[in-house]
């Protein structure tokens, strides 16, 4: 495993410097386009960077994978719901890419309230030779125009423009923490704590609501959806997860309303783990279809699960991320931080799975091999085409040279997003204000 998915790092592009890093610039989402040549970022000051691969140089071939800036725009504004008294925070919770149509580039980008599609694209030329305008755009008086000019595009410096095509406001109560676009590419939707809805790119004063889960009386409120998606090839089926650590499969042919499920995936509790923590660290924070669209994964506080869609009695393998954490988790939830919420994430083939810990470390797990390692994101190995070395945590007794203590692991530095190249082995992970890129190392 050490071998197979030993990196090399190629590029840290760090946004802001971390001495000057303020709440704002802590990194939200972080979700790589259909190609692989952007990755976007969002972070909690509600702006977007999108990043672009450099293309590769005869003279430079080791430079192939290396991402800068492409573009970067403000996309969510703080706001106020005046009749609730609540501030709607800026900061992104998710980003997702549309596939390429033409030259432009296709976004939505979501805060607590509201989704917007943004189009991304660039301009090198410029019109000039306007009649009724002058050189700086000034309009000109008809009376002095004795000759009429035809315009011409002259050739400037590239601009990349952000500019938003469409606002889908105003339908949820709850905070939205998901959004998919659907394989038909004419609908995505948008999952709060109560509610998914789905919604036509088109038409953006109406969506339909197709999971309702919110009890007539809110006092009898036991669970909340906590992650949703559709499946990358049917665009009639979706799945959601909850915080009792259940996934529901739906299929929208069967009614309208998918408020009855098609398939339910739970894994029977170990009565002997049975724990004032148990319901809270079942809860799912994350779920995802696999690239075939047979398989399921849903990341819970202490383990990554993988689910065949035609095995709902129990998952078909279950890796354990940061277990030596069972012991401390009195003190993580009095640090609050037994309830973050760790993405996971699919290689291109399905055959590794990539989720974050605690101390900046992230974990890689390789389904054929049965194989695992830690590794680490930090500026202390920063440097380009630098080696990651595998780290190791000691729970108790001798620790090693090469260990660390889990004593000593660092809760403030938590890996929550990640991202996987859809066809290479380049992955993108979000410590803080960091955004770190690695790549396959290079013989």
């Given at each position: 495993m050490e071998e197979d998915i030993d990196t090399r790092k190629i590029n840290n592009s760090f946004l802001r410097d971390h001495s000057y890093a303020t709440e704002a610039d802590i990194i939200s989402t972080v979700e790589f386009n259909h190609t692989g040549e952007l990755l976007a970022t969002g972070d909690k000051g509600g702006r977007v960077v999108i990043f672009q691969r450099e293309q590769e140089s005869k003279n430079q071939v080791h430079r192939r994978g290396e991402y800068n800036v492409y573009s970067t725009f403000q996309s969510h504004e703080p706001e106020f719901d005046y009749l609730k008294s609540l501030e709607i925070e800026e900061k992104i919770n998710k980003i997702r890419w549309l596939p390429q149509q033409n030259a432009a580039y296709f976004l939505l980008s979501t805060n607590d309230k509201t989704v917007k599609l943004w189009k991304v694209s660039e301009r090198d030329k410029r019109p000039e030779g306007y009649n009724l305008k002058d050189e700086e755009g000034r309009l000109r008086d008809p009376a002095t125009i004795t000759t009429l000019r035809v315009p011409v595009l002259r050739p400037m410096d590239l601009m990349v423009e952000a500019t938003p095509r469409r606002v889908f406001a105003n339908a949820h109560t709850y905070h939205i923490n998901s959004i998919s676009v659907n394989s038909d590419y004419e609908t995505?939707?948008?999952?709060?704590?109560?509610?998914?809805?789905?919604?036509?790119?088109?038409?953006?004063?109406?969506?339909?609501?197709?999971?309702?889960?919110?009890?007539?009386?809110?006092?009898?409120?036991t669970e909340v959806i906590t992650a949703a998606e559709f499946h990358p090839h049917h665009c009639n089926t979706f799945v959601y997860s909850s915080s009792k650590g259940t996934i529901r499969l739906c299929d929208m042919r069967a009614s309208a309303l998918c408020d009855r499920h098609t398939k339910f995936f739970e894994e029977p509790e170990d009565p002997s783990n049975r724990s004032f923590f148990s319901e809270i660290i079942s809860s799912i924070s994350d779920v995802k279809f696999s690239h075939s669209g047979r398989y399921i994964m849903t990341r819970d506080y202490l383990t990554v699960k993988v689910w065949d869609l035609n095995m709902e009695n129990r998952p078909m393998e279950t890796y354990q991320v940061h277990d030596y954490l069972r012991s401390k988790l009195c003190s993580l939830y009095e640090n609050d931080c037994i309830f973050d919420k760790f993405e996971c994430v699919w290689n291109g083939s399905d055959s590794v799975i990539m989720t974050g810990s605690y101390n900046n470390f992230f974990r890689m797990f390789d389904r054929n091999t049965k194989r695992d390692v830690t590794l680490e994101a930090s500026r202390e190995n920063s440097k380009p085409r630098a080696i990651l070395k595998p780290r190791k945590v000691c729970v108790g007794g001798k620790r090693r040279k090469d260990e660390i203590s889990v004593d000593s692991l660092d809760f403030s530095k938590k890996i929550l997003h990640t991202a996987w190249h859809p066809s290479e082995n380049i992955i993108a992970v979000a410590a803080t204000n960091n955004l770190y890129i690695f790549q396959d190392k290079v013989n």
């Open positions: 995505y939707m948008s999952a709060d704590d109560l509610r998914i809805n789905l919604w036509n790119f088109e038409i953006t004063n109406q969506s339909f609501n197709i999971v309702d889960i919110k009890p007539a009386n809110m006092e009898e409120l």
